[in-house]
């Protein structure tokens, strides 16, 4: 993967996806609203960075929101979630791609108690982590963090009732997802001489058009 398909998919990954330590129990229920409006401060001004590419600024940043969710109750897992793959983009964009990795696969950790490989939000991050291994040339992580992004975003577009409101748009999101990511799986796989799974690919990307 080059280095500016690599930019282009992290961007397209950070647009579409933005559709610790214990919090102390003796501390009353006014602490965590001002912690939140700390963090979602932060979260804003980090996010902001993200969406105009500052990468390194977005890092601090990013890392500042973390440590503010880490103090976080437990019920407030989607925002500790978002802000380890807020650091994990920002690190992707600066191409150390495997530290971006460590805080993607921290995301999917803190996030387990609300969401699991049903969810979009799992899926999008697989993605990001296949794609960090794609960009080192490690073709078989990839490839495997590839298949789990296809496979949990199969699982969430499949559970959108189309009549739910805004279902409709959630589906064609998730349909445009699923198919950058297996135009990148379809990529790796060449690259690995992978021709079984070069034939299952161009499968799967022909039925989505059907």
């Known amino acids: 993967m080059s280095r500016k398909q690599g930019s282009l998919i992290i961007s397209i990954i950070f647009l579409l996806c933005s559709a610790g330590a214990a919090y102390p129990q003796h501390q009353a229920p006014e602490d965590q609203i001002k912690l939140g409006q700390k963090f979602f401060e932060a979260e804003e001004k980090c996010r902001g960075l993200l969406r105009n590419k500052q990468w390194k600024e977005a890092e601090v940043t990013c890392k500042a929101a973390v440590q503010l969710a880490d103090r ?45 490989d049903t969810n979009a939000e799992v ?5 990001s982590i296949a ?5 080192l040339r490690n073709l078989d992580k990839a490839r495997e963090f590839y ?20 279902g409709v748009e959630m589906r064609q999101g998730y349909l445009k997802m699923l198919k950058s990511i297996l135009e990148y799986h379809l990529l790796a796989a060449e690259q690995a001489g992978a021709l079984a799974e070069v034939g299952e690919i161009k499968r799967q990307i022909a039925n989505l058009t059907k």
């Not at 802000?83 to 964009?93: D, H, I, P, R, T």
């Not at 794609?131 to 960009?135: E, K």
């Open 123 to 127: 899926g999008c991050l697989y993605g």
């Open 147 to 166: 298949r789990k992004a296809v496979k949990t975003y199969q699982a969430a577009y499949s559970i959108i009732d189309p009549e739910a409101e805004h």
């Open 131 to 135: 794609i960090a291994y794609h960009a």
């Open 72 to 116: 976080f109750a437990d019920y407030r897992e989607l925002e500790k979630m978002g802000a380890y793959e807020n650091v994990g983009n920002s690190l992707a964009g600066q191409r150390r791609y495997e530290e971006a990795i460590n805080y993607f696969s921290r995301a999917i950790e803190v996030g387990k108690p609300r969401v699991d």
